[in-house]
């Protein structure tokens, strides 16, 4: 895991090229703390930048950037080849392997670049990456993103300079860079707590999709994304071809492949570990690399001193079962208020997920012990975790008859009491039923069926907060997007299976595991995701439907495999997340900061908000006439970032 920089010009570059791209690399230095390079050809016009975690071969042989045998490639590359070895041997057979000078994956990128060029090369990779290649004889810059998009990689001209980098603070320290705040991506952020790709919180400058690359050469400025593998593709071939086999089979399938995804996932020069939460993901995992260890698997959870967030009991009981080392930290709210001021630099764009907080603490744990860990992410979406793929479907089927003036009345009834009152009132049914905090989900759905008109129009309501984004934003407006694009939906009949693939198309790459790198990262920890292993990905959308949600519970085949080894009782409970009290904690220890970042007279002044829909929230939230800590979130998280930016100027 590392950090890539870099900008490229026309014409030749200046004495001071150097200097520049060493000091937009020294921005990702807690990407890399172990290693850093630079390179520079002033005629050519280009310069990568670089910093190295070292994970794979921890000597001076994995240096970047780096040059190919024969001088024609010079790579940045952040990320991990799982297949290396494998593409090794096949260059070997093939005559095309060059004298290795060492066991890294970037060498064994850039032998595979060479012979194959940067479509097929990464077509035959299988991990998470992202990449800057220079082709020296065509004088062409190539970018290219792994398919789920677990590592980060924004690009964009300003002026005639065209600057590049894993995180944005690298960009910014570019003399050139002078991009302004997008306010259709603000807009974006207001509605679904992230700013999706490609689109970023600047004007000009984008992310790359995952499953892409660009290529850019010839005096051509504008150039498109070309796409090298797709999860609408997989999906509707899975659909279309399901799996013929049994139930028994599906389950030894799953083992076979999410076993050799977790092998293959830990392999490392480093120590090793997973992070342990408790539940179905994370403990499958964990058992998984544990029947593979000759010793105890270090694992790591945290725990909070509010009951209703605390998974960590659950996380202890499955390390004794499973015989883990494990490592449990249990903190207070404090320790995870003490981390909001650090939000704004850690995530560098705003980004309103607020179980950042809590991810960040146990990617800080585990360092402590460990540079690599494997999670339990995208379980969820690969195999139908969310509440909203059951509940939806489920509300859908008893208001659809309904004409939308009485659903309007309906919502309005659900969300005349507080979510407080209905926690009380449906707890013991939440329970049994496996729903955590009914309130507040009655709530949400109340509030979403006041303009619903079908299933989709249902799903799209669920993954927003503020109904009104473009209004809020002065000047602003929603840009496209794939969950406004109906017509660029991935072509399923089945309406949980477009939510599953539109989660995997949006909310994974541009929430989940953009939370996750950063989190990580920060503390120069590697994470790995078994569940995004491309075998896996493209076996899970083989599965019928009736192999994910059953009895109106997600992620049965997932159940089955966790069965042959963790007994039942340990993980089967209801799905809790990994979230922090943030409705008490804003009305609480929070309170000041927040009404500080929200004060009236202060956004009017910055003037991209529209005061009055802000404050009208705030108070709601406050007087616990409603539950909008989620929603506040983003305008926090904004006002944070722009704080700091701001103060960085």
């Known amino acids: 895991m590392c950090g890539l920089t870099g900008f490229l010009q026309s014409g030749a570059l200046g004495a001071h090229a150097q200097a520049q791209v060493e000091a937009m690399a020294a921005r990702l230095h807690h990407r890399g703390p172990d290693d850093g390079g630079a390179w520079v050809d002033a005629e050519a016009g280009v310069a990568l930048g670089h910093r190295r975690l070292a994970i794979v071969d921890l000597s001076p042989a994995g240096h970047q950037p780096m040059h190919s045998a024969s001088g024609r490639w010079v790579l940045a590359f952040n990320g991990e080849i799982y297949n290396h070895l494998g ?50 004889h065509e004088r062409a810059l190539w970018l290219g993103r792994d398919r789920i998009g677990e590592k980060p990689l924004y690009y964009g001209w300003q002026g005639n300079v065209f600057l590049f980098g894993s995180e944005l603070k690298a960009l ?57 593998w797709s999860l609408a593709e997989v999906a509707e071939r899975g659909m279309a071809e399901p799996f013929a086999g049994s139930e028994g089979e599906a389950v030894d399938a799953l083992e076979r492949w999410l076993g050799a995804a977790v092998a293959g996932q830990m392999v490392a020069d480093v120590p090793l570990g997973a992070l342990l939460s408790g539940g179905i993901d994370s403990t499958l995992i964990t058992a998984l690399m544990q029947a593979r260890s000759a010793r105890p698997v270090r694992t790591f959870t945290i725990g909070f001193e509010e009951g209703t967030y605390d998974e960590a009991t659950y996380a202890r009981a499955v390390a004794a079962h499973l015989g883990t080392e494990h490592t449990e930290l249990r903190l207070t709210g404090a320790d995870a208020l003490a981390l909001v001021p650090r939000m704004p630099s850690m995530y560098d764009e705003p ?4 179980s950042q907080l809590p991810t960040h603490l146990v990617m800080q744990l585990a360092r402590q012990h460990v540079a690599v860990a494997l999670s339990g992410d995208a379980g969820d979406e690969m195999f139908g975790g969310y509440n909203r793929y059951f509940l939806g479907p489920a509300a859908w089927r ?54 619903v008109r079908d299933i989709d129009d249902l799903f799209v309501s669920l993954v927003n907060e503020w109904p009104d984004a473009a209004g809020m934003v002065i000047g602003g407006h929603v840009p496209p997007n794939l969950l406004d694009a109906r017509q660029d939906w991935p072509r399923l009949s089945d309406p949980v299976a477009r939510m599953m693939a539109l989660d995997g198309l949006t909310y994974l790459p541009d929430d989940i595991l953009v939370k996750v790198d950063r989190a990580a990262m920060a503390v120069s920890l590697e ?3 078994p569940f995004l292993d491309r075998d896996v990905v493209e076996f899970a959308w083989s599965l019928p439907m009736s192999m994910k949600l059953r009895d109106g519970r997600g992620k049965w085949i997932l159940r089955q495999l966790l069965d042959r080894h963790v007994p039942r009782a340990l993980v089967d409970r209801p799905k809790m997340g990994f979230g922090i009290p943030l409705d008490d904690w804003l009305r609480g220890p929070l309170r000041d900061w927040a009404e500080a970042l929200l004060d009236e007279d202060r956004l009017r002044r910055e003037g991209y908000l529209d005061p009055a829909p802000v404050r009208a929230a705030w108070q709601l939230h406050l007087q616990r006439k409603a539950s909008f800590g989620y929603r506040l979130w983003s305008v926090l998280m904004f006002q944070a970032w722009l704080e700091q930016v701001e103060g960085d100027h």
Request: charged fraction near 20%; glycine fraction near 10%; hydrophobic fraction near 45%.
């Open 398 to 451: 008893k208001i659809c008859w309904m004409p939308l003036p009485l659903r309007r009345m309906l919502g309005a009834g659900m969300t005349a009491l507080p979510p407080s009152t209905l926690d009380a009132l449906a707890g013991p049914l939440g329970r049994r039923i496996g729903i955590a905090q009914p309130g507040d989900k009655l709530h949400k759905l109340g509030r979403r069926l006041r303009s």
């Open 527 to 529: 994470t790995r995701a």
């Open 87 to 136: 593409l090794r041997r096949e260059l070997e057979a093939a005559g095309a392997a060059p004298s290795w000078r060492g066991h890294s994956d970037t060498e064994t990128l850039l032998a595979a670049i060479e012979a194959w060029g940067v479509d097929t090369t990464l077509r035959r990779c299988a991990g998470m990456f992202a990449l800057a290649a220079w082709d020296r």
């Open 351 to 354: 980004s309103a997920d607020s």
């Open 172 to 228: 910014r320290v570019h003399p050139a860079f002078a991009a302004q705040v997008d306010r259709g991506a603000l807009a974006l952020l207001l509605r679904h707590n992230y700013i999706p790709a490609p689109h970023s919180i600047y004007q000009g400058i984008h992310k790359l999709p995952p499953g892409t690359w660009l290529r850019l050469g010839g005096g051509v400025r504008d150039v498109a994304a070309v796409s090298y």
